[in-house]
């Protein structure tokens, strides 16, 4: 298949992957106000909603993007199996896409930055907060594999999981329709709204929450790290993506597998990994230690300019490349 060809299937999939769920939102709505809609599609939409944002959260981004932890080669291929249910694109492709966003996070070159079109005033941002959102989809730029991804290209298990990336998506639709039909007691009309519910829905929910972290992560909420990028704490992002809004911590320390690192700070996600951790599936769990924490805090003391403190700091600077990207040239 030519490169054209291939850019212009990766666009109609895109907008497929976009549209159909919007308008499965749509029909939900509208079985919403007609009363068509069950206990039981609110579960299945609940328990799908969770495992394949955590198979985002913990196994695309946390443990294959960041490599914050390591994993038993069959919890490994689950994560990624169930992060491809979220129908976001290819485990590989979603990697670079976000590798290549540390690397050039809010200059040119970043994929999704809210900050790099030239508009001023509120038409700014607008257009800021459409392209980090969604907008960026479109543009039919794909970042490549081979500069910030040659890791998981050499990686069998993953070269194969991204590989039947159809499959896992049609999987991702198909098992909330088997399972309301199964747990209905076989009535056809449970699975139909399962599948518009638990599947679409989450789709589309889940496609949100995920691309809030892009864009309102990136112009509103707290700063209380020192970082050369335009990241915020977002307390309700961090909600409905399952501890991902604590985004400016992140970019701050981008190989931390916690991204709440203050006190009293919703990370579901990471819980989850120190629960494996304990069960001996993860291993190497890598979180910032309190000097360093402290050492980053924007609102520290500012200390005199010193030969040993200005080594003391180099590490901090270098931490921004520490995601297992290509170099800036």
């Known amino acids: 298949m030519t490169t054209l060809r291939m850019a212009r299937l990766e666009r109609q999939i895109t907008v497929a992957a976009v549209v159909l769920p919007f308008l499965g939102f749509i029909v ?10 069950t206990g039981l599609d609110l579960a299945i939409l609940a328990v799908m909603y969770v495992l394949v944002g955590f198979g985002v959260t913990i196994g695309f981004h946390r443990m294959l993007t960041h490599r914050s932890f390591e994993a038993k080669p069959w919890l490994r291929g689950t994560l990624a199996i169930l992060g491809s249910m979220s129908v976001q694109g290819a485990v590989i492709h979603w990697v670079a896409d976000h590798r290549k966003h540390h690397t050039f996070t809010d200059e040119e070159g970043d994929p999704h930055s809210p900050h790099t079109n030239d508009a001023a005033g509120w038409r700014g941002v607008l257009r800021g907060l459409w392209h980090s959102h969604m907008g960026w989809l479109f543009d039919g730029e794909r970042s490549s594999a081979r500069r910030f991804a040659p890791d998981l290209r050499k990686d069998p298990l993953i070269r194969k999981i991204d590989t039947l990336f159809p499959l896992w998506a049609v ?55 020192e970082t050369e990028d335009e990241s915020r704490n ?47 599936w993860a291993t190497n769990v890598k979180q910032p230690k309190p000097e360093q924490l402290e050492a980053k805090r924007a609102d520290r003391p500012a200390a005199p300019a010193t030969p040993s403190a200005e080594a003391d700091a180099a590490p901090a600077t270098q931490e921004r490349e520490l995601v297992g990207a290509g170099d800036r040239s």
């Open 28 to 37: 939900a709505l509208w079985l919403l106000w007609g009363g068509a809609v």
């Open 171 to 225: 999987l991702g639709l198909a098992i909330p329709a088997v399972a309301g039909f199964i747990l209905s007691g076989f009535e056809p009309i449970a699975a139909l709204t399962a599948f518009v519910w638990a599947g679409l829905v989450r789709v589309f929910l889940l496609h949100h929450a995920t691309w809030s972290v892009n864009s309102i992560c990136h112009m509103y909420g707290k700063r209380p790290f």
């Open 234 to 280: 977002n307390w309700l992002v961090a909600f409905v993506s399952l501890g991902e809004g604590w985004h400016h911590s992140h970019h701050a320390f981008p190989t931390s597998a916690r991204h709440g690192l203050q006190r009293l700070q919703f990370d579901p996600s990471y819980a989850l990994i120190k629960l494996f951790e304990r069960l001996g």
